[in-house]
């Protein structure tokens, strides 16, 4: 019942426009009928609660039944995280003041809440910076997220100009650690590190790396690239892939190896997001991104709802496996 309830609230707010449009770039892909394609994707959607944006990200078209069963399609990821994540502290991750508060232990540099009766604390906290990062309370995908030169505003006109474009969350910058800057270095490159509380205990089930592309941003969709990270070793071992489909067996812009990368502080880092996971256990899965400086890694930000989007995407399968059995195997046990 449970199963069909999402089935049919899912009908009633998809988009036709868009999925036919879905329909017809695979048609195009694949040399396949669309009526075919399009009763595929509808049976995809009963079957394995996947939506047609599922079926054309997983290349769900080019699996079979057994390869289809492993992959986490959005409907099975809502299902751990109402399970798993008690709504009431949702709040928690998704304010960035409370995050930020809750977790200062964590975060590994200085900050300040901007409101319209602080200026003279904004003065202090930027008269030593040459840059700052400027972040709204609400938001993801790294949108409204930007680097300030400081020296290129009037303090005041900065002043007004962050309050209007309510960025009203500002960081010191991270120094990245150097390993990682030679990947990237005009961008923080992130680990998003999901963790499974299993009897108050926190596991990692699945770990990645964002890679910036000339942007400040590392994020999937705002034009950074994201690759698996294996979880025991801290390894990379399959190309960065882009929003646009591109692979990248070496960063285009620095030269650098993506296959092989070893991230530095690896243990550092899952001890990290498996403490911080400790501290809700409210919220039994959880997305956390995390930054290695130049004293060690570092919390950015977490999220309640860490999308199933860059875990299975179809280059960093091996034989169309999604990671359905990893999640199954850590709840499991």
Same mark, same amino acid.
């Given at each position: 019942?449970?199963?069909?309830?999402?089935? $049919?609230?899912?009908?009633?707010?998809?988009?036709?426009?868009?999925?036919?449009?879905?329909?017809?770039?695979?048609?195009?892909?694949?040399?396949?009928? +669309?009526?075919? $394609?399009?009763?595929?994707? $509808?049976?995809?959607?009963?079957?394995?609660?996947?939506?047609?944006?599922?079926?054309?990200?997983?290349?769900?078209?080019?699996?079979?039944?057994?390869? +289809?069963?492993?992959?986490?399609?959005?409907?099975?990821?809502? +299902?751990?995280?109402?399970?798993?994540?008690?709504?009431?502290?949702?709040?928690?991750?998704?304010?960035?003041?409370?995050?930020?508060?809750?977790?200062?232990?964590?975060?590994?540099?200085?900050?300040?809440?901007?409101?319209?009766?602080?200026?003279?604390?904004?003065?202090?906290?930027?008269?030593?910076?040459? %840059?700052?990062?400027?972040?709204?309370?609400?938001?993801?995908?790294?949108?409204?997220? %930007?680097?300030?030169?400081?020296?290129?505003? #009037?303090?005041?006109?900065?002043?007004?100009?962050?309050?209007?474009?309510?960025?009203?969350? &500002?960081?010191?910058? @991270?120094?990245?650690?150097?390993?990682?800057?030679?990947? *990237?270095? *005009?961008?923080?490159?992130?680990?998003?590190?999901?963790?499974? &509380?299993?009897?108050?205990?926190?596991?990692?089930?699945?770990?990645?790396?964002?890679?910036?592309?000339?942007?400040?941003?590392?994020?999937?969709?705002?034009?950074?690239?994201?690759?698996?990270?294996?979880?025991?070793?801290?390894?990379?071992?399959?190309?960065?892939?882009?929003?646009?489909?591109?692979?990248?067996?070496? /960063?285009?812009?620095?030269?650098?190896? $993506?296959?092989?990368?070893?991230?530095?502080?690896?243990?550092? @880092?899952?001890?990290?997001?498996?403490?911080?996971?400790?501290?809700?256990? #409210?919220?039994?899965?959880?997305?956390?991104?995390?930054?290695?400086?130049?004293?060690?890694?570092?919390?950015?930000?977490?999220? *309640?709802?860490?999308? /199933?989007?860059?875990? #299975?995407?179809?280059? *960093?399968?091996?034989?169309?496996?999604?990671?359905?059995?990893?999640? %199954?195997?850590?709840?499991?046990?």
């Amino acid at each position: 019942m449970q199963k069909l309830k999402y089935v $049919i609230g899912r009908i009633f707010s998809i988009n036709l426009r868009n999925m036919f449009a879905t329909v017809n770039r695979i048609s195009k892909k694949t040399g396949r009928m +669309r009526i075919i $394609i399009l009763i595929d994707m $509808i049976w995809c959607g009963f079957k394995y609660l996947a939506g047609y944006i599922d079926y054309e990200l997983f290349a769900m078209y080019e699996l079979n039944a057994k390869q +289809r069963e492993t992959v986490l399609t959005r409907g099975k990821n809502d +299902r751990y995280i109402k399970k798993l994540n008690d709504r009431n502290y949702w709040h928690l991750l998704q304010n960035k003041e409370e995050f930020n508060k809750k977790f200062i232990k964590f975060i590994g540099r200085d900050f300040l809440f901007l409101n319209n009766e602080n200026k003279e604390e904004f003065k202090k906290f930027i008269i030593n910076k040459k %840059e700052i990062m400027v972040k709204p309370l609400l938001g993801a995908c790294g949108k409204g997220i %930007e680097k300030i030169n400081v020296s290129d505003y #009037q303090i005041d006109d900065l002043y007004e100009k962050l309050l209007k474009n309510k960025q009203v969350l &500002l960081e010191e910058v @991270v120094i990245q650690n150097e390993i990682m800057k030679k990947m *990237h270095p *005009h961008s923080i490159n992130t680990l998003r590190i999901v963790t499974i &509380l299993k009897d108050s205990q926190p596991r990692v089930v699945v770990s990645y790396m964002r890679i910036g592309n000339g942007k400040a941003v590392d994020n999937f969709n705002s034009g950074g690239m994201v690759v698996p990270v294996e979880v025991e070793t801290g390894k990379i071992k399959y190309p960065a892939l882009d929003k646009k489909g591109e692979l990248y067996e070496k /960063h285009p812009m620095t030269g650098e190896n $993506i296959i092989g990368f070893l991230v530095p502080e690896w243990n550092e @880092v899952l001890q990290l997001a498996q403490q911080a996971a400790s501290e809700i256990p #409210q919220l039994g899965i959880v997305g956390w991104d995390v930054a290695i400086s130049e004293k060690g890694p570092v919390l950015i930000e977490a999220n *309640h709802f860490p999308g /199933h989007d860059i875990y #299975q995407l179809p280059p *960093h399968r091996q034989n169309g496996i999604g990671i359905l059995p990893v999640f %199954e195997k850590i709840l499991k046990n």
